[in-house]
């Protein structure tokens, strides 16, 4: 009886972030920053598939200061320390619908996982273009029309797709820009080299950053 027990497969996320300013702009350091955003081997999480509503995040953020790279945190820490949801084997268990990466969108589907790209109005970067969910009741961004919202792809069990996008901030203290990468893996069997594949789905939001 068990062989016949459907698994759906779970989401795992490999999330990249990385920080630089307007004078670490050097060929050297936008090699290096490129490396840092390449997939890893990871630990894979143990328990997985018990909760449908939710995937599996490994969240990364580097820094370029002083010409040196730095890791600044793996599962980033709410203030005073505290954990912002429990570490599982490197990984964190999220839900879909309040995940923390900003700009994307995640929906489950039976089996398969519809991964969205969309503006979320951070940064000076605007992306305009077509809104899929524009007049559609009940959706995030129904009545805006100029906002750029759009499926990147779909995932089935076994496939895997790359996100990839930039932005620039300001503040009082002057600019400062951000590369982002989002690795998405469905699968029943994850292992440590999950993410180490050629991808299924590649989808690309990179404005040029004066």
Not at 90 to 113: A, E, M, N, Q, W
Not at 145 to 155: H, Q
């Amino acid at each position: 009886m068990l062989e016949n027990v459907k698994i759906d497969p779970m989401l795992y996320v490999l999330f990249k972030q990385i920080r630089w300013t307007k004078s670490e702009r050097t060929p050297e350091n936008a090699v290096r920053r490129q490396e840092c955003l390449e997939p890893v081997a990871v630990s894979v999480p143990p328990g997985s598939g018990a909760e449908t509503d939710t995937a599996f995040l490994l969240k990364e953020l580097f820094y370029v200061q002083s010409d040196d790279l730095i890791s600044e945190v793996r599962n980033r820490r709410a203030p005073g320390g505290r954990e912002e949801m429990p570490d599982i084997g490197g990984f964190r268990s999220v839900p879909l619908d309040t995940h923390p990466i900003r700009d994307i969108g995640i929906l489950k589907k039976d089996d398969s996982y519809r991964i969205r790209w969309f503006d979320s109005g951070a940064g000076n970067v605007r992306r305009r273009g077509g809104n899929e969910d524009f007049r559609k009741r009940g959706t995030e961004f129904c009545g805006d029309p100029n906002r750029l919202n759009k499926t990147a792809f779909i995932l089935r069990e076994g496939q895997g797709g790359m996100i990839r996008w930039n932005n620039r901030f300001s503040s009082y203290h002057g600019w400062w820009y951000e590369e982002y990468r989002a690795y998405f893996v469905s699968t029943i069997r994850p292992d440590s080299s999950m993410f180490l594949r050629d991808w299924d789905f590649r989808y690309e939001q990179m404005a040029l950053l004066h």
